[in-house]
């Protein structure tokens, strides 16, 4: 009888166990799903959607405005003549399209640097900040009247591809923590489930 009991106390004792340490796998599991889904929806898919708008813009421009097609014409194009049609052209763009993208961009890093899984990208993200940040006070001296002004931080060129890598990393962990293999097919097609039949 004592050994019915015993062996009873610990299949009871290891059901316990076994369902603590599953609960707690779950709520570990439940907790990486959700900040992975918070990486997406509020850092990495909203500054990729920015900067790659801001990116292609600037390319548009460029191609539209310089007088062979290469940022390097373009920029001696608004030098030789800060009143000339090219230099106009990039005050517009620079305070109609670009700076508020660029101004999108540094808000959700601002915002959301919390959500950051790659330690890689803060230089760039910084920069992206700082050349935000100093591009106010080349607008507000072009709308004061003073078309000489500029900023010296450059615009980091590198972020565009560097958060694209990121973004699809990421989208991989979800897909991964949801069960779903990188093509995003959940485990079981038609054809294998029709070949386990």
């Known amino acids: 009888m004592a050994t019915k009991i015993g062996s009873g106390f610990w299949a009871l004792a290891a059901g316990s166990l076994f369902a603590y340490f599953n609960a707690k796998s779950i709520e570990e599991r439940k907790a990486r799903i959700e900040r992975v889904n918070k990486q997406l929806k509020e850092f990495y898919g909203p500054l990729l959607a920015c900067i790659t708008a801001s990116r292609t813009a600037w390319h548009a421009m460029v191609k539209q405005h310089s007088p062979d097609g290469t940022k390097d014409a373009?920029?001696?194009?608004?030098?030789?003549?800060?009143?000339?049609?090219?230099?106009?052209?990039?005050?517009?763009?620079?305070?109609?399209?670009?700076?508020?993208?660029?101004e999108r961009a540094a808000?959700?890093?601002?915002?959301?640097?919390?959500?950051?899984?790659?330690?890689?990208?803060?230089?760039?993200?910084?920069?992206?900040?700082?050349?935000?940040?100093?591009?106010?006070?080349?607008l507000k001296r072009w709308k004061d009247g003073d078309l000489?002004?500029?900023?010296g931080i450059k615009y980091p060129d590198k972020l565009a591809d560097a958060v694209s890598k990121e973004f699809a990393r990421i989208k991989r962990r979800q897909l991964a923590l949801l069960g779903a293999d990188s093509s995003g097919s959940w485990g079981w097609s038609g054809a294998s489930w029709r070949s386990k039949l």
């Open 74 to 102: 373009l920029g001696m194009a608004i030098a030789a003549d800060l009143n000339g049609p090219e230099a106009r052209a990039y005050r517009v763009w620079m305070t109609e399209v670009l700076q508020p993208l660029n």
């Open 107 to 138: 808000r959700v890093v601002t915002e959301h640097i919390d959500l950051l899984d790659s330690p890689g990208l803060e230089p760039m993200l910084l920069q992206l900040v700082a050349a935000t940040s100093a591009y106010r006070v080349t």
């Open 148 to 151: 000489t002004a500029s900023t």
